[in-house]
C-alpha cells in the first residue's frame, strides 16, 4: 500500500513577509496613542538634528526692534522681551531636552540596570544592604531629590544631568533586579558560573541581555520625566542658563512678567514641554504594552 | 576750603529727575489709625544694620529706628536735604575750618525699653560704626575716613572731629543704616546682639517677626517727632518672587512695595487698577557694573578690558532696556544728574560712550587682535535675580558676541554668587554693582579704587588712588568735577577696571490710598515709615 503523496507548497508554510511599513502601519493600528507619542518623539528627535537647517533666525541675538512682536507672518510665535524668536528657540530648545533627557535617562537606567541584576546575581547580605541603600535614594520626591544635587553642585547643564541621573539609578535597579531574582535561578547561569566565567560576564553579557524589557520600559519613561525635570529646574533658575535656548527656561523669562501682556512668550514653550513629555509617554506606555508578555496576550 | 553741600542743594533738586505724582502727595491732611501692609521682595540676613547692605533689613527694620540726622521726609529726592532727627534743630554747619562739627541731642527721645536716649548713646553707636573693634564687621566704616574721634562732652552733646574737612561726612551721617543704638545694651550685651535683638527709638515698636514670612511693628506713642506716627501699625510681609509682590498689591494683600519694579510689571498693574495705583519713578543711586578679574590673563591686560567696554551700546541698550528692565540712565562713576557727574558730552569722550558704535566695535575688535584675543571665551558669574541682573547679563553676552568673544553664564543664587565674587574670586568677569543710599558721589566713587573693600577686580593702580585722594581732600565743587572727570577717564576708560552698564532706573507702584511716601534716589531711604497714612475714603 502506497501512500499517495500530497503536494505541499512550501510557501503556503511560511507566513507572507509584510513589508516594513504594512508592519508600522499594523502597529500603529494596535497602538494608535504609542504611535502619535512616537511622531512627537520622531518630530522632536528631527527638530533637534536639523535645528540650524529649519531654524528661520539665531537663537541668541538680540533684536530690540522685534522685542514682544506678537505672533505674525515674520515670526509666527512671536518674540521674547529681546526680540528672540520664540520658533527658533523652541526648535534648538529640544536640543538642550533631548541632550539632557537622553544622557540622563541612558546613564541612569545603564546604571540601574547593572546595580540592580549586580544585586540580584549576588543577593545575601550585599543584595540586602544595597537595596536599602536604593530605599534612602527612593525616600525622595525626584524633584527633591534633583533641587539637592544641583544646590550642591551648582547650576549648568553637566550638573543638571547629574541632578537628574542620580534619582533615576535606584528606580531602575529597583525594577531590574525584580526581573533578574528570576533569570538568577534559571541552570544557564549555573552553567556559566560551571564554566568559570566571572562575575562580571556573567552579569553583563548573560543576565542583564535578559532584562532588557524593563530596561527599555524605563528608559523610555525616563526620558520624558528628565524633560520634565530639565524644564523644571531651568524654570527655578537652576538648570540651563541664558542665552541657551531651553524650554523651562524660556518659560522662567516669560511667565513672571509677560503673561498678560504677552501670553505668547510663556505659551509656547510651556506647550512645548508638554507635548515632549506627552509623547514620550504615550510611546514609553506604547512599548512597555509591546514587550510586556502579559500585557501583549490580552 | 570745604564743599558747601547746601550751596548745590537747589540745583541738584531740579536735576535729579524725579517723581510723577509728588505734588498731589505733598497738599493732603495726613489721617490717623490703620495697619501698612507691605511686601519686602528679600529676606533679612540680621537685625543689624551696621553690618548689612541690603534693603531686606531696612524695609522691615528701619521703622524700629532712628538716626542722627536724616533725608528729609518731605524731600528725600533731593541728595543734599538733610534734616535732624535725634540732633535738635537743624543739622550744624562745622566750625574749625570745616573739621568739627557739634549735634545737640533732642530731649525726651526714649529707646522702646523706656531708657532716655542721650549723647553717649550716639558716641558708641558711631564708634561702633567708624572704629569697630577687630572682628566687629561694619560696612560703612570707609564712608567715615575723614573722622579723627567722635566724642560726648555731655549728655546732650556729640563732636564729630573730622582729620580735613569733607563734603562727604554729612551724607555719610545720614546713611539710613547708621540706627542708634543704646549704649547699654552694646555695653551689657556686646556687639552681636543687636544681630538677634531689636531696641531701638523709632516711630513703629517691635511686635514679632515670623522667620521668611513678615516683621509686625505697632505705633509707639512716645514717638520723638510729635503727632507721628500716623499708622497704628505694619506688617513687612517677605516674597521674595517678583509675581508674588505683584500679586499682592493687585489682590490689595499689601499696599506696597518699595524696591521697585520693571516697567512692564507697572504697565499690568496700572491697566488692572487704573487710578486705584499711583506710580512714581526716579532715577536710582544704583549702577550695574561689571568686575573684571584682573588676576586672571588675558584680563590683566588693558587693550582687552578697554575692547569689553568698547563693545557695549550703552545708548541703544538704555532705549531698549529700559522697557523691559529697571536700568535706564547712561552714566559714568557718579549719579547721573549730579552736578559732580559728566555730562553726556563729555560721556561720549570715553570709550564704550562713543556716540558711533560700528568705529568702537571696530576698535575693540582690534584691540582683542592686538592681544592675541580675538576669539576669546569667558564666563559671566550673575547673580540668580531677574531684576536687573539677568536681563542685563543677557545683553551683555549678545553685546561681546558682536565683537566675536565667546562668552557662556554662570548664574547662581546670591550666597554663592557672592561667595564667587567676594571670597573665591574664580571668576572671568561678574557681574557686580555699587548701590548707595544717600548720593553721595566723591564716597559712592570709592568702588573704583583697587583698595576699597568692595573692589573685587584684584588691581592696584596708585595713579587712581592720587586722583581720588586729591579728589577727598578738595572743597572747591568745580575743581572736584574736574578731578572727577580725570578719575572717571582713568577708571572707565584708560584701563577699563570696572565696567559701567546702566544706572538703574527706579519706578515704584503703590495703592492709591497708601499716602505720604515719596520716591527717593534709593530704596534704602526714608523707611521709618512715620509720615505715612491711609486714606480710608479709597481704601
Redesign the interface.
Known amino acids: 500500500m502506497s501512500t499517495p503523496e500530497i503536494a505541499v507548497d512550501s510557501a503556503e508554510l511560511v507566513p507572507p513577509k509584510r513589508s516594513l511599513a504594512e508592519q508600522l502601519w499594523s502597529l500603529c493600528r494596535r497602538q494608535p496613542l504609542g504611535a502619535a507619542g512616537g511622531l512627537v518623539v520622531v518630530a522632536m528627535i528631527a527638530m533637534a538634528v536639523f535645528a540650524n537647517v529649519i531654524s528661520p533666525y539665531d537663537p541668541?541675538?538680540?533684536s530690540?526692534e522685534h522685542?514682544l512682536s506678537p505672533p505674525g507672518a515674520d515670526f509666527w510665535l512671536g518674540t521674547d522681551?529681546?526680540g528672540r524668536d520664540i520658533m527658533t528657540r523652541i526648535i534648538y530648545g529640544a536640543r538642550t531636552a533631548l541632550f539632557v533627557g537622553f544622557t540622563a535617562a541612558v546613564v541612569g537606567a545603564t546604571a540601574g540596570l547593572v546595580l540592580g541584576v549586580a544585586s540580584a546575581y549576588f543577593g545575601g547580605k550585599f543584595d540586602l544592604f544595597f537595596q536599602r541603600v536604593m530605599d534612602v535614594f527612593m525616600a525622595f520626591p525626584l524633584i527633591i531629590m534633583a533641587l539637592a544635587v544641583v544646590a550642591i553642585l551648582?547650576?549648568?547643564t553637566q550638573n543638571v544631568i547629574i541632578a537628574i541621573t542620580l534619582p533615576f539609578i535606584p528606580q531602575c535597579a529597583r525594577v531590574v533586579r525584580s526581573s533578574a531574582l528570576s533569570i538568577r535561578e534559571i541552570p544557564y547561569v549555573d552553567a556559566a558560573r560551571a564554566l568559570g566565567y566571572g562575575h562580571a560576564r556573567i552579569i553583563l553579557r548573560h543576565m542583564a541581555p535578559n532584562v532588557v524589557a524593563p530596561y527599555l520600559i524605563m528608559l523610555t519613561s525616563f526620558v520624558g520625566q528628565a524633560i520634565l525635570l530639565e524644564a523644571s529646574l531651568s524654570y527655578l533658575?537652576l538648570g540651563v542658563?541664558?542665552?541657551t535656548p531651553a524650554w523651562g527656561l524660556m518659560l522662567q523669562?516669560g511667565?513672571?512678567?509677560?503673561a498678560?501682556?504677552a501670553p505668547w512668550v510663556p505659551v509656547f514653550p510651556g506647550l512645548a514641554i508638554t507635548l515632549a513629555v506627552f509623547g514620550f509617554n504615550l510611546f514609553g506606555d506604547a512599548l512597555r504594552d509591546l514587550l510586556d508578555p502579559k500585557l501583549r496576550s490580552r | 576750603m570745604r564743599f558747601n553741600y547746601r550751596s548745590v542743594a537747589a540745583a541738584v533738586a531740579l536735576g535729579c529727575a524725579v517723581g510723577t505724582t509728588q505734588t498731589a502727595l505733598a497738599q493732603e491732611t495726613p489721617q490717623r489709625g490703620g495697619i501698612l501692609n507691605f511686601v519686602v521682595p528679600s529676606t533679612i540676613p540680621s537685625y543689624d544694620a551696621h553690618r548689612e547692605t541690603t534693603f531686606g533689613v531696612i524695609h522691615p527694620m528701619a521703622p524700629f529706628y532712628s538716626l542722627l540726622i536724616r533725608v528729609n521726609p518731605a524731600n528725600p529726592a533731593s541728595p543734599t536735604d538733610f534734616v535732624c532727627d535725634v540732633c535738635d534743630g537743624t543739622v550744624p554747619e562745622p566750625t574749625d575750618g570745616g573739621t568739627v562739627y557739634t549735634f545737640k541731642i533732642r530731649d525726651g527721645v526714649k529707646f522702646h525699653d523706656g531708657k532716655p536716649l542721650d549723647a553717649y548713646d550716639v558716641k558708641a553707636t558711631y564708634d561702633k560704626i567708624i572704629f569697630p573693634p577687630e572682628g566687629v564687621p561694619s560696612s560703612r566704616k570707609a564712608f567715615f575716613s575723614m573722622v579723627d574721634a567722635v566724642e560726648a562732652p555731655d549728655a546732650r552733646t556729640v563732636v564729630f572731629k573730622l582729620k580735613y574737612p569733607s563734603g562727604a561726612f554729612v551724607p555719610a551721617l545720614a546713611t539710613p543704616f547708621n540706627w542708634i543704638y543704646s549704649k547699654k545694651d552694646l555695653d551689657e550685651h556686646g556687639y552681636e546682639w543687636h544681630t538677634k535683638n531689636i531696641n531701638g527709638s523709632g516711630p513703629f515698636l517691635f511686635v514679632q517677626e515670623q522667620p521668611g514670612a513678615f516683621v509686625e511693628g505697632k505705633r509707639n506713642p512716645n514717638y520723638h517727632h510729635e503727632g507721628r506716627p500716623y499708622i497704628d501699625g505694619f506688617k513687612a510681609i517677605q516674597a521674595p518672587?517678583?509675581?508674588v509682590n505683584l500679586q499682592a498689591i493687585r489682590g490689595d494683600r499689601a499696599a506696597a512695595q518699595f524696591r521697585g519694579f520693571?516697567p512692564?510689571?507697572v504697565?499690568?498693574l496700572v491697566k488692572a487698577l487704573g487710578d486705584k495705583i499711583t506710580v512714581q519713578t526716579s532715577d536710582w543711586n544704583c549702577v550695574l557694573l561689571t568686575t573684571i578679574n584682573q588676576n586672571r590673563k588675558p584680563f590683566d591686560d588693558a587693550r582687552v578690558r578697554r575692547a569689553l567696554t568698547l563693545a557695549v551700546d550703552r545708548w541703544?541698550g538704555s532705549?531698549?532696556l529700559s522697557?523691559?528692565a529697571i536700568v535706564k540712565t547712561v552714566g559714568g562713576v557718579a549719579f547721573p544728574n549730579h552736578p559732580l557727574a559728566a555730562t553726556s558730552e563729555e560721556l561720549q569722550q570715553l570709550a564704550g560712550y562713543y556716540p558711533d558704535l560700528e568705529k568702537s566695535r571696530e576698535m575693540a575688535r582690534k584691540l582683542l587682535a592686538d592681544a592675541g584675543q580675538s576669539n576669546l571665551k569667558f564666563e559671566l558669574n550673575n547673580r540668580?535675580v531677574?531684576q536687573p541682573y539677568?536681563?542685563v547679563?543677557?545683553?551683555l553676552?549678545?553685546q561681546w558676541?558682536q565683537v566675536g568673544l565667546d562668552v557662556?553664564?554662570?548664574?547662581?543664587?546670591s550666597g554663592?554668587f557672592y561667595d564667587t565674587l567676594r571670597k573665591k574670586r574664580d571668576f572671568d568677569i561678574s557681574m557686580d554693582f555699587n548701590c548707595q543710599s544717600v548720593v553721595n558721589p566723591i564716597a559712592d566713587v570709592t568702588k573704583w579704587l583697587g583698595s576699597a573693600g568692595n573692589n573685587f577686580g584684584g588691581y592696584e593702580d596708585p595713579i587712581l588712588e592720587e586722583l581720588y585722594d586729591n579728589l577727598a581732600r578738595e572743597g572747591d565743587p568745580a575743581k572736584q568735577r574736574k578731578i572727577l572727570r580725570q578719575y572717571e577717564e582713568r577708571a572707565l576708560s584708560d584701563q577699563a577696571h570696572l565696567l559701567v552698564t546702566l544706572w538703574w532706573n527706579r519706578i515704584t507702584a503703590h495703592r492709591s490710598y497708601f499716602k505720604g511716601w515719596k520716591i527717593s534716589p534709593s530704596h534704602y531711604l526714608d523707611q521709618q515709615l512715620d509720615n505715612v497714612w491711609l486714606d480710608k475714603s479709597l481704601m
Open positions: 541668541e541675538a538680540n530690540f522685542m522681551q529681546f551648582g547650576p549648568g533658575g542658563q541664558e542665552p523669562g511667565a513672571e512678567e509677560y498678560e501682556s | 518672587k517678583m509675581a520693571p512692564k510689571a504697565d499690568d541703544g532705549q531698549y522697557k523691559i540668580g531677574d539677568k536681563v547679563g543677557t545683553w553676552i549678545d558676541k557662556t553664564q554662570r548664574v547662581q543664587p554663592p
